[in-house]
């Protein structure tokens, strides 16, 4: 099985957010924040993945989630990759 750590980013410009967090299945966990039955800070928003990783085990997951979600160097570095993208 694969696990996921993904970073969202709202579709919206009005009010910038993004999200990281980790799963086995990116479509349904996408499907779940953008119809607010995802995480309680993701509610409200449309989101998209702008980033993702593949992991093989669970804990390397969870353990890179946690470095990305407190490494606002990183999560800033891909916000700006991604929106270089959009140009």
């Given at each position: 099985m694969s696990f996921y750590v993904y970073m969202l980013h709202t579709t919206n410009?009005?009010?910038k957010r993004t999200y990281v967090g980790y799963t086995n299945n990116l479509d349904k966990r996408l499907e779940k924040h953008n119809s607010n039955k995802g995480a309680k800070s993701t509610k409200g928003y449309k989101w998209?993945?702008?980033?993702k990783k593949k992991f093989t085990s669970k804990n390397d997951a969870?353990?890179?989630e946690y470095?990305?979600?407190n490494?606002?160097?990183?999560?800033?570095?891909?916000?700006k990759k991604n929106e270089?993208?959009?140009s």
């Amino acid at each position: 099985m694969s696990f996921y750590v993904y970073m969202l980013h709202t579709t919206n410009n009005y009010k910038k957010r993004t999200y990281v967090g980790y799963t086995n299945n990116l479509d349904k966990r996408l499907e779940k924040h953008n119809s607010n039955k995802g995480a309680k800070s993701t509610k409200g928003y449309k989101w998209k993945i702008i980033y993702k990783k593949k992991f093989t085990s669970k804990n390397d997951a969870l353990s890179y989630e946690y470095k990305l979600k407190n490494n606002k160097k990183k999560r800033f570095y891909i916000l700006k990759k991604n929106e270089e993208k959009k140009s």
